[in-house]
T-cell receptor, first 110, second 110 residues
């Protein structure tokens, strides 16, 4: 069964304290892995797409990496404005289906 | 300028009522979705339409009926609302492999 598991469920960091979020997945034929950011009361906002193992993408303090079984979202020197829930999703080769994890709620304290 | 817009944003209604949520996208995408997000932030696909045709219909009670009058619109009608229907409903659209979400509709059934 295709599924996505994210860990940890919640993460509290001090401003400037780097860390990583994990997304492990099982899917029959990975077409793409996606990271989204969701702020309270808002819809998920697209961050990155990764297509193959070894691929990396960066945006400001965020870097996403992909292996054959998991993806990491690395946050370097986070700021309070990085506080949000980060969602991971995978797209199977039945490419109209996207499977989402339950997210990691990140709280960065000043 | 909103790419995917849905209305209403907030909806409080009594059990047994019938309600609708409307969604429109101005991205020119062929595929639209309805997702349900529960209290644990888990996003679960309900329906997907491609160019007005239903292509994904997950295990959803038949009290939920999507309607797509054209490829830019996908509405969700819910009959005989139950307490367990309380959730956030997100409309989304995609062309290929990136989903763009609306801001969400917060449904509370009392």
């Amino acid at each position: 069964e295709d599924q996505v598991t994210q860990s940890p469920e919640a993460l509290r960091l001090q401003e400037g304290e780097s860390s990583s979020l994990n997304c492990s997945y099982t899917v029959s034929g990975l077409r793409g892995l996606f990271w989204y950011r969701q702020d309270p009361g808002k819809g998920p906002e697209f961050l990155f797409t990764l297509y193959s193992a070894g691929e990396e993408k960066e945006k400001e303090r965020l870097k996403a990496t992909l292996t054959k079984k998991e993806s990491f979202l690395h946050i370097t020197a986070p700021k309070p404005e990085d506080s949000a829930t980060y969602l991971c999703a995978v797209q199977a080769y039945n490419f109209n289906k996207f499977y989402f994890g339950s997210g990691t709620k990140l709280n960065v304290k000043p | 300028d909103t790419a995917v817009s849905q209305t209403p944003k907030y909806l409080v209604t009594q059990m047994g009522n019938d309600k609708s949520i409307k969604c429109e996208q101005n991205l020119g995408h062929d595929t639209m979705y309805w997702y349900k997000q529960d209290s644990k932030k888990f996003l679960k696909i309900m329906f997907s339409y491609n160019n007005k045709e239903l292509i994904i219909n997950e295990t959803v009670p038949n009290r939920f009926s999507p309607k797509s009058p054209d490829k830019a619109h996908l509405n969700l009608h819910i009959n005989s609302l139950e307490l367990g229907d309380s959730a956030v409903y997100f409309c989304a659209s995609t062309q290929g492999n990136t989903i763009y979400f609306g801001e969400g509709s917060w449904l509370t059934v009392v």
